[in-house]
């Protein structure tokens, strides 16, 4: 199965969970009387909408180039990353809100049982967390990456909502509104980390350059062919799950047009065989000036 394949199948794994998990607190929170429950809840059912997103922008990436997209449709997928940022904002700014309009309502205190559904959540989101992150960072997945953000969210949203919850059954006389603050928690929470995803992805839609630890892996392997005398310059741009790479190679300006091409030709082979996150490279031969 593909790296492709294998995070569509998160996504729709990731989709059932935060269904389940959605209905499960949304329920709980209603019939406990519990404003944080029902806030996380919420967050919860956003969370279906944004691995859908991912899902989509993931299917619409994996498709081939064609002559109007001649690098591919990766973008979609880094695009889908930007959208569930900008999602996870929105529900933020929401959810702040109404928890903010309950505050100084009064009425009964939240039901005890409310907080299994928080634990509950927790444990799995964190399971999700994990397995999202590794994933991402083994496919380089801006979408994917996205997502599992939107499951640390829903971790420290949890806690928070916990927190909140424990502090007004302790004591309801004097932390009735805690639970209602524990619902804006939530919201402020969920606005910051959707901000994080946004600025992240926007970064690469902007075609901003890899880190150099990476360019200089494209270096080094360009200069390791023989033929190779050095790389002038060199750019990397992400398009979906790998990059694209422009460069330009130094070679001995005595050596034949035929010659110069065949170098370049070795570089590009060699790094598409070591780099498996390279989708494609451009050489530009250049004439080395000896110094």
Known sequence: ??????????????????????????????????TAVVADGIESAGDVVASGVVLFGLTMASRPADANHPYGHGRLETLSGFVVGMMLALAGA?????????????????????????????????????WKFQFAKKTRSEGLRADAWNDAVDILSGTAALTALGLTLYEPARYLAADHFGGLAVGVIVIFLGLRVVR????????????????????????????????????????????????????????????????????????????????DVLVHVEPHDGE
């Open 94 to 130: 929401g959810i702040a809100m109404r928890s903010m309009q309950r505050v100084y309502e009064v009425h009964p205190a939240p039901q005890a049982y409310a907080a299994w559904a928080l634990v509950i959540s927790i444990v799995m989101k964190t399971a999700l967390a994990l």
């Open 1 to 34: 199965m593909s790296d492709s394949a294998k995070a569509r199948r998160i996504a729709v794994i990731s989709m059932t969970i935060s269904g389940v998990l959605a209905v499960m607190k949304i329920t709980t929170g209603l019939l406990a009387g519990s």
């Open 200 to 279: 992240e992805t926007s970064l690469q839609l902007m075609d901003t350059m890899p880190s150099e630890r990476v360019m200089a892996q494209i270096r080094e392997i360009a200069q390791s062919v023989p033929g190779a005398m050095g790389v002038e310059k060199c750019f990397a741009r992400k398009t979906g799950l790998q990059y694209h790479v422009d460069l330009h190679l130094e070679v001995d300006p005595g050596l034949t047009v035929r010659q110069s091409h065949q170098i370049a030709h070795e570089v590009k082979q060699r790094l598409l065989e070591k780099l498996e996150w390279v989708a």
